[in-house]
């Protein structure tokens, strides 16, 4: 069973559409996060979620707006998409307490904004 | 944040073992040290962390320098699968929201040649 899993994989699209990134993690951990990784492959953390109250909101442009229905599950929906927004996306979970050490991320999504 | 300086590539010969080099001159008392790997094309990856100690792991082992200014992860015997991107990185988990993120730099390229 993957641990941290993201759906989808790639995602193409034109600009100024609207797309969704899934994450969800089966580990039990209470926090979860997204990281964007440019072209230079700098990673830099968005968004952080602790018992899917926002913790963490890096200068992250409103047209990005994660949700998290419930503690397994961290979307990301981005409006309005534009060509810099191109990148990999990544999932991210951990557990306060004990896991605050270790972050399981997940797989990747890579957007490529046309 | 305090900031790590981290060879930009490194090169080692299968089987043999390597040693990682990070410098944190301006880590403070309470900063944990982590060690994240990122193989390609797939999210980082948890290595190993410590705080003054030396520390001991499956993956690897980490030394830090009695002055905590500096710390070496090391690969026992280099596998073609270690192939990847070494970070370096300072949490501290008594800074509130921000010990969730991890800040990521550029990381040292661990080439293992057959």
């Known amino acids: 069973d993957t641990a941290v899993s993201q759906t989808p994989k790639y995602l193409v699209t034109q600009m100024g559409n609207d797309k969704s990134i899934k994450c969800e993690q089966n580990?039990?951990?209470?926090?979860m996060y997204w990281y964007k990784q440019d072209s230079k492959k700098f990673l830099k953390i968005m968004f952080s979620?602790?018992?899917?109250?926002?913790?963490i909101n890096e200068t992250v442009p409103n047209r990005f707006s994660p949700k998290s229905p419930d503690k397994a599950h961290l979307n990301l929906h981005i409006n309005s998409l534009e060509l810099g927004d191109s990148a990999v996306y990544f999932c991210?979970?951990?557990?306060?307490?004990?896991?605050?050490?270790?972050?399981?991320f997940g797989p990747g999504t890579r957007l490529t904004v046309t | 944040d305090a900031k790590t300086t981290q060879p930009n590539s490194m090169e080692s010969n299968e089987e043999e073992p390597v040693h990682l080099p990070c410098n944190h001159s301006?880590?403070?008392?309470?900063?944990?040290i982590h060690w994240y790997r990122q193989l390609p094309s797939q999210g980082p990856e948890y290595v190993i962390h410590?705080?003054?100690s030396n520390v001991n792991n499956r993956m690897a082992s980490l030394a830090i320098a009695e002055d905590r200014k500096s710390s070496t992860l090391i690969l026992h015997r280099a596998t073609l699968r270690d192939a990847a991107v070494y970070y370096c990185i300072l949490r501290d988990p008594n800074s509130g929201a921000g010990s969730y993120q991890l800040t990521f730099g550029k990381g040292t390229k661990l080439s293992v040649i057959p």
């Open positions: 979620y602790n018992n899917k109250e926002l913790i």
């Open positions: 991210a979970s951990s557990h306060t307490g004990t896991g605050l050490w270790e972050q399981y």
């Open positions: 410590g705080l003054t």
């Open positions: 580990l039990g951990h209470d926090t």
């Open positions: 301006t880590i403070s008392g309470t900063d944990y």
